[in-house]
């Protein structure tokens, strides 16, 4: 069993280093994107809210569209993850479920051919 006070060593370790990544990244002029996938939505968020309080949070922007929402209907499947892409420097860190949610439409036939091509081609793509 790993004792408290190693677990916090490494958690201070982790933080520092995951603020050296964030450095570097600004000093690139890039931007990044952290995808957390899957069907677990609430961890995904308690881990995305974790990882603001790690990094420089004035860089830092957190992306988690309701897929249900109004305003996405009749837009591309990944339309609400572009209007948060990353500026230069910054970071974005990506709620998403999208496998699970094409595999659940795939099962039900809500999706299939074509359609499920492209989609599959553009979450890789992203």
Not at 88 to 100: E, H, Q
């Amino acid at each position: 069993m790993v004792s408290r006070s190693a677990l916090d060593r490494a958690r201070s370790a982790l933080h520092l280093r995951l603020l050296a990544a964030q450095r570097r990244l600004e000093s690139t002029g890039r931007g990044a994107v952290i995808l957390l996938g899957g069907n677990d939505r609430l961890g995904a968020s308690a881990l995305a809210n974790q990882l603001t309080e790690w990094f420089d949070s004035r860089r830092v922007r957190i992306c988690a569209p309701d897929g249900a929402a109004a305003e996405l209907r009749g837009r591309p499947f990944l339309w609400p993850y572009w209007q948060d892409m990353p500026a230069k420097g910054r970071l974005t860190i990506v709620v998403g479920d999208w496998l699970t949610r094409t595999a659940v439409q795939a099962a039900h036939d809500e999706i299939s051919g074509d359609a499920l091509r492209v989609r599959l081609k553009s979450l890789r793509t992203f």
